[in-house]
């Protein structure tokens, strides 16, 4: 038997069609369908144990008089079903609808009862006011002299009112058959999903709609796509040993899609069995798609595109680790993202000046000539364009940092030395202290405090957060913490948050660094062989967010949780392969006046045969073998080979067009690294210094202050 569901009418009516065209019996009276072919929200409804308890919360008993009228309807039901799916093909679907239009009718208020729950839910956005509906609702059911059926259906009619109507589809009184059996549940499943993410699944449903999937699947994450859900809603309606097959977008392996979908699945007794992670859609539309097998319980022969493996990890991937990576203590205080200026004014800035957002260069030397202790708060200031473009690295922009509170100073009775702690909390509160204060205040530049309140202050007055508002003066987001860790380096290594290359190089630590940059705090030669290495790359691409085919570099994502070899320091031989590449690539860049994005773009282009670039990709896999040898993985060192992948070796479009290593050897280095960081993560919750435990605050490396 072949069972259907639908959001639309419409969908149903043409599977209908689609299904007697299918059969070839174009010559008979329309096939019957209306009982195995069913629109309604597949995501939205209860059990039969939910509808008998008048509760969405699947814990509640029931009360014993619902249990019995919801098994007694259900009963009637099945007979009648079964006599519509028992008589011959030449029944007159008059009869047929007879049949069904009573079946129907005994299940009326069975769905009346479900609905009307389901509407309670809806009805209110706080967890209380929901119960306290909920609560109307069963006082309905159990009055002193009977149901309230009125008052049942005009609360499930909400529903059907104001934006994005809702029919909820109730699967265990749909198809009564499918579940009453032993082993109930479908055998099999199949299904193409909306695409959506959290933000379409939230406007294009109604109010509560992503709250109610997190309440019906626990763990769920509030950002997860709603792919996840439909993996979810599938298994639950598997039969032991059933199987589904679903077609998902690439985040069903990722992130909080994953841990919503395939990580609980897998959990609760699925296993994938088959995984075809970039699948190109047929016809027009320049969409990839995941086609992902789960059977609910032991695995056949697993493949992952189409190759043979061991297991298949909630990542699409062969290995044994489905969780989330763990941020490691190891890692903390190490990277961070650059500042968020949020005020263009700031800047001396020739191209800024031209639109009259700033001023200019000449401007700036003519403010530092008129007062040279003006160059005290000026800085050079650097951005992911100037970093990724320019051959040098070098910066076209000066910045305004107070880094300082605007406080005034005027003359009082006593010194800042003189006054009590309270008297000088309440000379600060003020805004006004002794002249011998002994910080620096903005006040002390008064030039610069004038160009910042002519250029930044009128935009942030429009601000809606009081802080950036009110002390309009500094940085939107400064990050101290990342100054504050790098005060003592000559140099850092620095990271374009946004770009189509992993592109790492040496800065001056002497600069104001950009929201698009990510700092790493060390001036360690391995440690620029390790993040540049593909090694690396291979972890950040994964748990990147991404943007088209780009990387997205987060420090929490990308950093936190990568573990690093042992010793890595000490690594003579990743030392002398970096420094090497480095100073190639360097010479490189200035010889051709390119930057990185266009040195990378020859990196990755098979037509590019000259010797300059054949020479850095050699010296990028030399780097390569050495930081897998300082992992230890010396089998992984002998077969590191990466070749020119395209759409005949290679199905993920992110690395078509780049010269990498081919999916499996990709794969294999991601399953170490996800062991490595769950034992990593093991032996400091064993020390009692991971991140998050009790007494321990977890550290916040995107360095956003918290205002």
């Not at 191209?351 to 000539?369: H, N, Q, Y």
């Not at 003006?374 to 051959?391: H, Q, V």
């Not at 266009?598 to 300059?612: L, M, P």
Request: proline share 5%; with cysteine; hydrophobic share 40%.
């Amino acid at each position: 038997m072949i069972y259907g569901v639908d959001k639309n009418p419409l969908a149903t009516d043409l599977a209908k069609l689609s299904l007697w065209l299918a059969t070839l019996a174009r010559d008979h009276e329309f096939t019957f369908l209306d009982h195995a072919l069913k629109s309604g929200d597949s995501l939205v409804g209860l059990t039969e144990a939910q509808i008998a308890a008048v509760h969405w919360d699947t814990s509640k008993p029931g009360l014993p008089l619902f249990r019995q009228l919801v098994q007694e309807r259900v009963a009637e039901a099945m007979k009648g079903r079964a006599e519509i799916q028992a008589a011959p093909d030449d029944t007159a679907r008059a009869i047929q609808e007879a049949r069904h239009h009573s079946l129907e009718a005994r299940l009326r208020d069975i769905r009346l009862m479900g609905d009307a729950v389901i509407a309670a839910f809806f009805s209110a956005d706080k967890p209380k006011a929901r119960e306290m509906k909920r609560t109307e609702v069963e006082s309905w059911l159990t009055g002193s002299l009977a149901a309230d059926w009125d008052k049942l259906a005009a609360m499930a009619a909400t529903l059907k009112q104001g934006p994005h109507p809702l029919t909820p589809f109730h699967w265990e009184i749909e198809f009564p058959e499918v579940f009453a059996r032993r082993n109930g549940g479908f055998d099999a499943i199949v299904g193409n999903p909306p695409f959506a993410g959290m933000v379409t699944t939230s406007k294009s449903n109604r109010d509560g709609f992503i709250e109610w999937l997190q309440t019906i699947h626990r763990n769920a994450h509030g950002n997860a796509d709603l792919v996840a859900h439909f993996f979810r809603r599938a298994f639950s309606l598997l039969r032991r040993d059933g199987i589904f097959g679903l077609i998902a977008t690439n985040t069903i392996g990722q992130g909080d899609t994953r841990e919503t979908g395939l990580r609980t699945i897998i959990a609760d007794g699925g296993n994938i069995f088959r995984a075809r992670r970039r699948v190109r859609w047929p016809g027009e539309a320049a969409v990839v798609v995941s086609v992902v097998h789960v059977v609910k319980g032991s695995p056949p022969q697993s493949f992952v595109d189409n190759r043979p493996v061991d297991r298949i990890s909630a990542y699409l991937v062969e290995g044994s680790f489905d969780a989330s990576p763990q941020r490691l203590a190891s890692n903390s205080k190490k990277a961070f993202k650059g500042s968020v200026v949020l005020g263009i004014g700031f800047t001396f800035d020739d191209e800024a000046a031209v639109k009259g957002k700033s001023l200019s260069l000449t401007d700036m030397e003519r403010i530092v000539r008129a007062n040279p202790r003006n160059k005290e708060r000026i800085f050079p200031y650097i951005g992911g364009e100037e970093f990724s473009n320019d051959p040098r690295h070098s910066h076209r922009r000066y910045i305004i940092d107070f880094a300082a509170e605007p406080l005034k100073r005027e003359g009082h009775e006593k010194k800042w030395s003189e006054l009590n702690s309270d008297e000088q909390l309440a000379c600060i509160r003020r805004g006004i202290v002794p002249l011998d204060y002994p910080e620096p205040v903005a006040a002390d530049w008064p030039e610069l405090l004038e160009i910042v309140e002519k250029f930044v202050k009128p935009q942030r007055d429009k601000e809606n957060r009081p802080a950036r508002r009110d002390r309009w003066w500094r940085f939107g987001d400064r990050q101290p913490g990342l100054y504050s860790a790098i005060a003592t380096l000559p140099r850092i290594l620095a990271i374009t948050q946004t770009s189509p290359h992993l592109a790492v190089s040496w800065l001056s630590s002497q600069q104001v660094f950009d929201q698009k940059l990510v700092i790493l705090a060390t001036a360690s030669e391995p440690f620029f062989g390790l993040v540049q290495s593909r090694v690396h790359e291979i972890w950040a691409r994964f748990f990147a967010s991404t943007m088209k085919d780009d990387l997205s570099y987060t420090p929490s994502d990308c950093f936190r949780t990568f573990p690093l070899p042992p010793e890595i320091e000490a690594s003579s031989e990743i030392n002398s392969t970096a420094r090497a590449y480095h100073e190639h690539r360097a010479a490189l860049m200035i010889a051709r006046n390119q930057g990185m994005t266009k040195t990378y773009n020859r990196f990755h282009d098979r037509t590019d045969t000259s010797e300059a670039i054949r020479r850095l990709r050699e010296l990028h896999a030399a780097m390569d073998r050495a930081v897998l040898e300082a992992f230890g993985w010396h089998d992984l060192a002998e077969r590191a080979e990466p070749i020119f992948l395209d759409e005949t070796n290679e199905d993920d479009h992110t690395y078509q067009g780049r010269l990498f290593w081919p999916s499996d050897f990709r794969d294999e280095v991601l399953a170490r690294l996800l062991a490595l960081n769950a034992e990593r993560h093991a032996e400091e919750v064993r020390l009692g210094i991971a991140p998050g435990m009790k007494g321990r605050k977890e550290d916040d490396d995107e360095g956003n202050e918290h205002e």
